[in-house]
């Protein structure tokens, strides 16, 4: 069994422009993110599925690219929502989690690709293969906290 944190709160109001980071923000069944580009339906990759509703990734593989590849990279510059850290990402696909009182639901793994290297304008593909984070669906509607508890 393991527990883990929320780290970093990151939002990206409009398709690849800059990452804000929040103290908070609130998770919206169907919808994503209060406030972020595809809550908003405006995500470079907008469409109306649950995989796109939350992404989530580890500080750790934050971490690794710096060290196994030299590469600099804020938590943020990463673009997904959440940057957790002692949670096992790649273990929660198919499976119910919870982050503070919100359940989410892993769908799938979130690749690096192409579009993540044009707008960072870094070399994250190699780093970030298989621990580029998770896509999940919102279950439960509430506020997410940096400090908030990740457990399944």
Sequence with gaps: MWT???ESICIA????GPVETR???VAIPGVGLEGDRYALKQGTFYKPEPDRELTLIEAESVEA????YDVELAAGDARRN???RGVPLNHLVGREFR???VRVRGIRLCEPCDHLQNVT?????KGLRHRGGLRAQILTQ???RVGDCVKE
């Design 142 to 144: 509430g506020t997410i």
């Design 65 to 68: 690219m710096r060290r196994d």
């Design 99 to 101: 982050i503070g009182n």
């Design 23 to 25: 103290d908070q923000a």
């Design 82 to 84: 959440i940057v957790t």
């Design 13 to 16: 109001p409009a398709a690849m």
């Design 121 to 125: 304008c870094k070399q994250l593909i």
């Design 4 to 6: 883990g944190t929320v």
